[in-house]
């Protein structure tokens, strides 16, 4: 049985014990390094204004793509937790082009991918005032102001909700949160990071991004602490 089979049957203890090689890691978490808010801005607008769109909407797969995920991935985690609604929601908004560069990274066999759509990042950005904010901080995002607001009302009209529910979400999140935890034994081992580093584990982990962002689509909208179960889940 694989380290991978494994992860799915386990506790965290098990695991750590099984590894036999895990390293503590320190009691207090890492100070991430970030940029300032204006860079920020300055990101998500070339993003926004770039090719990732295009891309996501032809929905080719390249491996090419990993570096570009990662790069996101790594701008984006240290205002993951900020108290700013805007700098905040920027931040999730270029996590999410980089889960769209992960999802395709590597074939998997779920098809269509829930890729992120351009339309409901520009509702995201009317919604957080992240519009206002970037072109406070001289990076101007051009949206479809009109239609943007048009489908944010859409959205929050009861008659168009389009939540399952009976769909358990509470579930989805424990499920998730204790992948996350396993996860983080794999990557405190170097028996587990060799495990990471496998295809089957790169197959694994696209088709658990897809998985998330299933069930993250429907509550990235909602309040803030809705916003929250959508990082847990992707």
């Known amino acids: 049985m694989s380290v ?7 506790a965290r203890d098990e695991l750590a ?3 036999g090689d895990v390293t ?15 860079q920020l801005a300055a990101q998500l ?14 929905g080719a797969v390249s491996e090419a793509f990993t570096g570009r995920a990662l790069d996101l991935y790594h701008a984006s985690t240290p205002w993951l937790r900020d108290d700013n609604d805007a700098a905040e929601g920027a931040a999730e908004l270029l996590r999410q082009i980089g ?11 779920t098809s269509p991918l ?3 759509l351009k339309v409901f990042a520009e509702v995201v950005m009317r919604a957080l005032g992240i519009d206002a904010w ?5 990076h101007p995002l051009e949206l479809d102001v009109a239609e943007a607001d048009y489908q944010l009302e859409h959205h929050q009209d009861p008659d168009t909700d389009d939540r399952d529910p009976d769909a358990d979400l509470a579930g989805a999140v424990d499920t998730a949160t204790r992948r996350f935890e396993l996860l983080e034994v794999l990557c405190d081992s170097p028996t587990g990071r060799t495990a990471l580093q496998s295809d089957g584990f790169r197959r694994f982990a696209v088709e658990q991004l897809v998985a998330g962002h299933a069930w993250a689509f429907w509550v990235r909208l909602g309040p803030r602490r809705d916003r929250k179960v959508s990082h847990r889940l992707t």
């Open 134 to 138: 970037a072109a406070a901080l001289g």
């Open 17 to 19: 014990e099984l590894l």
């Open 99 to 109: 889960d769209g560069y992960a999802m395709l990274s590597y074939p998997v066999d």
């Open 45 to 58: 607008a070339a993003e926004h204004h770039g090719e990732c769109w295009d891309t996501f909407a032809a």
């Open 114 to 116: 829930p890729l992120p």
């Open 4 to 10: 991978l089979d494994l992860v799915e049957r386990i």
């Open 24 to 38: 503590q890691p320190p009691a207090e978490e890492p100070v991430l390094v970030r940029g300032t808010e204006e």
